[in-house]
T-cell receptor, first 114, second 112 residues
Framework: DVKVTQSSRYLVKRTGEKVFLECVQD?????MFWYRQDPGLGLRLIYF???????EKGDIPEGYSVSREKKERFSLILESASTNQTSMYLC?????????????FGSGTQLSVL | GNSVTQMEGPVTLSEEAFLTINCTYT??????LFWYVQYPGEGLQLLLK?????DKGSNKGFEATYRKETTSFHLEKGSVQVSDSAVYFC???????????FGGGTRVLVKP
């Protein structure tokens, strides 16, 4: 079974803390993504990566950074957490063949910044 | 740029009612269109997709037809169940690209 695993389901942090959200996929996918999900705004892309050590900014990268040292792991980093980063964070990985493309999501991490 | 607009929720229905969730898109070229579903406490799952005009995607009793002339991909189900209560997201991806653009999501609540 395809699997995208996010390390924490719920996380509570204080303003100014450095926060790491981890995501691991076991499908050998090259492409990985971080989204945040907010009521009324849907899913917005923060960063994505097409390969190890490669990263691209998404639509809302400000206040975030990412790390992709190994193919299976894609980390989202909040250098100095702020209350407006309280959100549900979703990791995804995908593959493309000549005939289809598929995106698989993790269960999400609900981050609260106090 | 690309964008997806879907009706705001929540949509509250009784069991066995007919469900329609409207979705329209703006994109250059010929995107692929998707509906994802998020059940309570879970991540997103692909519900159905269509890759070219007039294609119909279907799964679990849900259907959506890719209408290029109206740039729409409305989701329908003829008889909903309580287990269909979820948030539904319309999305598109440009051909040969790999970035999904999502709509805002529509929460559906089906009451017994």
């Amino acid at each position: 079974d395809v699997k995208v695993t996010q390390s924490s389901r719920y996380l509570v942090k204080r303003t100014g803390e450095k926060v790491f959200l981890e995501c691991v996929q076991d499908m050998d996918h090259e492409n990985m993504f971080w989204y945040r999900q907010d009521p009324g705004l849907g899913l917005r892309l923060i960063y994505f990566s097409y390969d190890v050590k490669m990263k691209e900014k998404g639509d809302i990268p400000e206040g975030y950074s990412v790390s992709r040292e190994k193919k299976e792991r894609f980390s989202l980093i909040l250098e100095s957490a702020s209350t407006n980063q309280t959100s549900m964070y979703l990791c995804a990985s995908s593959y493309i063949t000549a005939f289809e493309e598929k995106l698989f999501f993790g269960s999400g991490t609900q981050l609260s910044v106090l | 740029g690309n964008s997806v607009t879907q009706m705001e929720g929540p949509v509250t229905l009784s069991e066995e009612a007919f469900l329609t969730i409207n979705c329209t898109y703006t994109a250059t070229g010929y995107p692929s269109l998707f509906w994802y579903v998020q059940y309570p406490g879970e991540g997103l799952q692909l519900l159905l997709k269509a890759t070219k005009a007039d294609d119909k995607g279907s799964n679990k009793g849900f259907e959506a037809t890719y209408r290029k002339e109206t740039t729409s991909f409305h989701l329908e189900k003829g008889s909903v169940q309580v287990s269909d209560s979820a948030v539904y997201f319309c999305a598109l991806i440009k051909a040969a690209g790999n970035k999904l653009t999502f709509g805002g999501g529509t929460r559906v609540l089906v009451k017994p």
